[in-house]
């Protein structure tokens, strides 16, 4: 009951009324974001999502115009030199993810869920179908997220995606909403440019 209605119901709400809430701040961002560099206020770009359809993700662009698309932080050669100036604050903060509030909104996200992956993160999509997380909506923020975020290995993090997937309810997902409130306070797990290999 929780999954196939209640938290669509919340996703709805939630998102709805941070939109209303963070609707002049998202404005002032993106006057300082075309005030840093030229180019697109937003970054869009297609992901996996549920049962691994394609959809577009929004964020608030991070990186210069020019940086290669499609292409994960970690995988890029000097991922530092491609990010903005605001942009690193941003992505520092997690403000860069706050028009994914529209995705929410529009029922191509959830608030809780995996992260959504690249269609070139075979290795990574690989592990989460050994545990059905690409089965389900792709999420703002998850158990992932709250036990390591860019720090984690990708079997580990594909792992604590299957871990999720298989004890979904509401209370999990009210933890897990407060404790990325606390991860992102205290920037834990952030390594621009960096992540673990796979382990076997």
Known sequence: MYQKFWKRAIDIVLSGIGIVVLCIPM???AIVIKL???GPVLFRQERVGKNKKPFIILKFRSMYSDTPKNVPTHQLSDAKSYITKVGAFLRKTSLDELPQLFCIFIGSMTIIGPRPALFNQEDLLAERDKYGANNVKPGLTGLAQIRGRDELPIDVKA???????SKISFWLDVKL???TITSVLKQDGIAEGEQKELHM
């Open 27 to 29: 404005m002032l961002i």
């Open 159 to 165: 792992a604590f995606d299957g871990e999720y997937v």
């Open 36 to 38: 840093d560099s030229p």
């Open 177 to 179: 909403f407060f404790g």
